[in-house]
T-cell receptor, first 112, second 114 residues
Framework: DQQVKQNSPSLSVQEGRISILNCDYT??????FLWYKKYPAEGPTFLIS?????DKNEDGRFTVFLNKSAKHLSLHIVPSQPGDSAVYFC???????????FGTGTSLTVIP | GAVVSQHPSRVICKSGTSVKIECRSL??????MFWYRQFPKQSLMLMAT?????????EQGVEKDKFLINHASLTLSTLTVTSAHPEDSSFYIC??????????FGPGTRLTVL
């Protein structure tokens, strides 16, 4: 049972435009959410996170929005750069520990 | 963040053989490490949680006798895929728990079983 879902397997965006990656979850006990970036044949690297007490967190070009009532979060990248091309995973965890539940990933391609 | 290494990065083996994958924390003492598996175009699936000095906790559906985990020190956890079969071919990634809601991932190991 996939508790974290990313319904768009791929996304293409023109360089300089905004990339919006979406993530939905089903478990209302999740209280911490993260985005990871992954290149082929490499481990995921942490990008940005948000606690359930917030609805927005910004770090440079990356902003994560959380809508708890809709159980939805999104990652905005603006402006998008070719180096942002990678697979992006969202992950969620409960207050009880360190276990992460990952989405299936969205492959982002930024076209120069 | 913590630096995590995995060895080997890529391994090809014959069906029926066993393969050991090492996960090392280079600059952090990790009480807890995690092992994930990722099939092509699928999510990272947690296989087991490895605790230093005690038995690993396996997720539902993961055979503990097939995927042997040893976390003998604070800097090393190993995953041994015993009697590997082609369906075990996957990308195996370890991570260590840096604290609440922190995980640092290794670079992964690509296992191909012929």
């Amino acid at each position: 049972d996939q508790q974290v879902k990313q319904n768009s397997p791929s996304l293409s965006v023109q360089e300089g435009r905004i990339s919006i990656l979406n993530c939905d979850y089903t478990n209302s006990m999740f209280d911490y959410f993260l985005w990871y970036k992954k290149y082929p044949a490499e481990g995921p690297t942490f990008l940005i996170s948000i606690s359930s007490i917030k609805d927005k967190n910004e770090d440079g070009r990356f902003t994560v929005f959380l809508n708890k009532s809709a159980k939805h979060l999104s990652l905005h990248i603006v402006p998008s750069q070719p180096g942002d091309s990678a697979v992006y995973f969202c992950a969620a965890s409960e207050n009880t520990g360190n276990q992460f539940y990952f989405g299936t990933g969205t492959s982002l391609t930024v076209i120069p | 963040g913590a630096v995590v290494s995995q060895h080997p990065s890529r391994v090809i083996c014959k069906s029926g053989t066993s393969v050991k994958i090492e996960c090392r924390s280079l600059d952090f003492q990790a009480t807890t490490m995690f092992w994930y598996r990722q099939f092509p175009k699928q999510s990272l699936m947690l296989m087991a949680t490895s605790n230093e000095g005690s038995k690993a906790t396996y997720e539902q559906g993961v055979e503990k006798d097939k995927f042997l985990i040893n976390h003998a020190s604070l800097t090393l956890s190993t995953l041994t895929v015993t009697s590997a079969h082609p369906e075990d071919s996957s990308f195996y990634i370890c991570s260590l728990a840096g604290g609440r809601n922190e995980q640092f991932f290794g670079p992964g190991t690509r296992l191909t079983v012929l």
